[in-house]
């Protein structure tokens, strides 16, 4: 029972932390540790410490969780930067971007060589003196100075330039980047017609058309389910019963989607109920 009891205490001696050698996952906290005059970077539970090759425990410095800095180098989870300048290296205002005089990053990728004239937008969108890039660092936009963010919200996000309105990403073919202007959800207009994602809304009434819910709009002659018009729709009294279950509904027709909805008399809908399930084949409400 005594030699149990012994190794069981040689066990807890063992990897139980103390000032000095290496950290040890259990106890210790994942990120940089300073110990005896040597570096480490201990990777998170059940991972292990290694010494960070080459760092100088003197004048080592941690920025934040993954980059840390010395007299000679930066480095980024345990491993040195390459081309980085520690003495004018900083963390910007977004989580994994950092600069020097040389350079501007994004962890361990170079999306700038123009840190002087370096911007975050929003949208995780950024800019400097010669294109507005993607988070992974592709250009969406050649023309910085006129770049503007139009809308981001409802996982839309709309910009524009000199020449071009983008949304998402991809840009709105035939869609004037000065009077472009976002009605809600996907759904935009410009001086001489209307969009839905980047595809034109054939016939669509631009003046008159007015966002609903989600994926529907409505202008004085039609309504629309993504962009498509629903036939047979009334806009005047038209409504949309449920988004998410993409439902709908005039004073005389139901739609699912852009469909009508065959043998549904709105007049019959109960009254007050909700709408828990929505096909081409009828529409549910509660009790």
Not at 97 to 113: F, L, Q
Not at 124 to 152: H, K, M, Q, T
Request: charged residues 25%; hydrophobic residues 40%; aromatic residues 10%.
């Amino acid at each position: 029972m005594r030699t149990v009891i012994a190794l069981v205490m040689l066990v807890i001696l063992a990897v139980l932390p103390g000032c000095g050698g290496e950290p040890n996952s259990v106890f210790d906290a994942a990120g940089y540790h300073v110990r005896d005059g040597r570096v480490y970077y201990l990777n998170t539970f059940p991972g292990k410490a290694f010494d960070v090759s080459g760092a100088d425990a003197d004048s080592f410095e941690v920025l934040d969780g993954g980059f840390a800095r010395d007299r000679g180098a930066v480095y980024l989870d345990g491993h040195a930067l390459p081309d980085a300048d520690p003495a004018s290296f900083v963390l910007l205002d977004r989580s994994g971007y950092a600069k020097d005089t040389r350079h501007v990053y994004a962890r361990d990728r170079v999306v700038s060589t123009d840190p002087e004239h370096f911007e975050l937008l929003g949208g995780d969108l950024s800019r400097d003196s010669a294109a507005v890039y993607w988070p992974d660092g592709s250009v969406l936009s050649d023309d910085p100075e006129n770049f503007v963010i139009i809308s981001n919200a409802e996982r839309y996000l709309f910009t524009r330039d000199a020449k071009k309105v983008h949304v998402n990403g991809n840009p709105i073919a035939g869609a004037d980047p000065q009077s472009y202007r976002v009605l809600g959800g996907a759904y935009g207009t410009d001086r001489d017609g209307a969009f839905y994602l980047d595809e034109p809304i054939v016939d669509a009434d631009s003046a008159s058309l007015r966002h609903l819910q989600g994926a529907y709009a409505a202008d004085v002659r039609r309504a629309y389910w993504m962009g498509k018009e629903i036939r047979g729709a009334t806009p005047a009294s038209f409504r949309v019963l449920h988004e998410a279950f993409e439902c709908s509904a005039d004073e005389d027709e139901a739609f699912y989607r852009d469909v009508v909805i065959a043998d549904v008399d709105p007049r019959s809908f109960p009254a007050g109920a909700g709408v828990t399930g929505c096909s081409a084949g009828g529409i549910a409400f509660t009790d």
